[in-house]
């Protein structure tokens, strides 16, 4: 297996799912940053701007879940 192939694997092997779920953690403190700046200028198009980024952020980190969810003890590259 080239290193390549290794790589890409890592991205679906359990650390590779929760080094996402927290950099999606990252994403969250920025959505909600941006929801308070646009509340407080009321600006109707930022904070539907940031509502849709904060479904899909909700959207992302459930489907790691799942995909750690459905991973359970067979990860390969564990060993």
Do not use: C, Q, Y
Request: proline residues 1%.
């Amino acid at each position: 297996m080239s290193k390549i192939e290794k790589a890409k694997g890592w991205k679906h092997s359990k650390p590779g799912l929760w080094l996402s779920i927290g950099g999606s953690a990252f994403g969250a403190i920025s959505i909600v940053k941006d929801i308070r700046h646009a509340r407080e200028d009321h600006d109707t198009l930022k904070l539907i701007n940031a509502v849709v980024g904060a479904a899909a952020l909700i959207t992302g980190t459930a489907l790691l879940v799942r995909e750690l969810k459905r991973l359970g003890d067979d990860d390969v590259l564990l060993g």
